[in-house]
């Protein structure tokens, strides 16, 4: 699934072994790789786990496991910025292997559906001093863009804790008709505004204390909606009435909740129990990064430096990708944790992916005599 050369040319993209002494950058890749499927919690985890499987290792291009100080060094000093550029080579390979989805077409949209949120990963102040968050605590922010058509994260930032998810989300360059959905920590009235000229359609809440004016009111159809409204923000309608945008304003009661939501749309059009059906969409953002944290290591580090920890993010990324493509081409009904749990015990163990990923429970095929590295015994007379 990473093409060698692919990975080669990335290498030279970003010089990442302009000093290497002997430990290659494929090398790093493989150990990070295992030190998230493996879920390795430290330098040792990683090279003594590699070392147990040696006689494996060159089937995955390593002549050896590499030491600790060669690992830690590699992780502090070669470029994160590699594995970004794999994730993403991996991402439109993945896309392109998986062919059309059908998750905007499934709530009548004419585009990509995708959710963008933030999540915090704590740290210790005293240990990573470099990741601003709080007087007392440090912290980095994973900011990911969620794409619906087979819910692959296709876009992430990583950052300081004290960096608010507004600065990264007005970085974003959208195709006309995108649909995105976002929570209210997102809410910045001229950044709507910009994504209306931009003709990229998103569905939010709206906040409590929001000043509006009502334009029009429409007629409530669809079951749970109270209300559907064409408003303008007041600031800006007094500010320049002439480019103040048209926005609508959906009161819909959750009955699976018992609570009534208000949410915030540019898109005129849509029916109002869609626009609900999209916002329900953004929970899959949240499984994903509650997924991230239980299976993958991105709560605890094997590196403090902030190249070390970046490198390890990248990696968790590459690795939940990875995954969650086999997910997607199995038959089998996998759920991504049972997915990972399982081939975590199952990483140096010879068999054919494929046919494990559809029948897991099937007993691997015996290896041959000549492929047995135990001598036969002959029993004496």
Known sequence: MIPRDCFEEAVRKHKAE?????????GQLVAMLFCQLAQAKSLREITEGLRASEGKLKHLGLPEAPARSTLAYANSHRPWELYETVFYQLLADCRKRLGAAKAGAMLGLPGKLLSLDATVIDLCAA?????????????????LLLDHDGYLPCYAVVTEGKVHEIQVARRLKLQPGTMLVFDRG????EWFRRLTEEEVH???????????????????EGEGVLADEIIVMEKQAQANPEIAPFLRRVRYWDEATQRELVFLTNHVDLPAITVAAIYRERWKIELLFKAMKQNLRIKTFVGTTPNALKTQIWTALIALLAIRFLQLQ???????SRLIALLRQQLFVYRDLWRWIESPFEAPCPLSDQDSPQLPFVWSS
């Open 186 to 189: 997102y809410t910045d009235y």
């Open 127 to 143: 240990v990573f001093d470099w990741a601003k968050f709080r007087t007392t605590k440090g912290a980095v922010k994973l900011h």
């Open 202 to 220: 998103f569905v939010t809440r709206l906040k409590d204390n929001a000043a509006y004016l009502v334009v029009e009111r429409r007629k409530a």
């Open 330 to 336: 199995a038959k089998f009904k996998w759920s991504l």
């Open 18 to 26: 302009r000093h290497a002494r002997g430990f290659s950058s494929w």
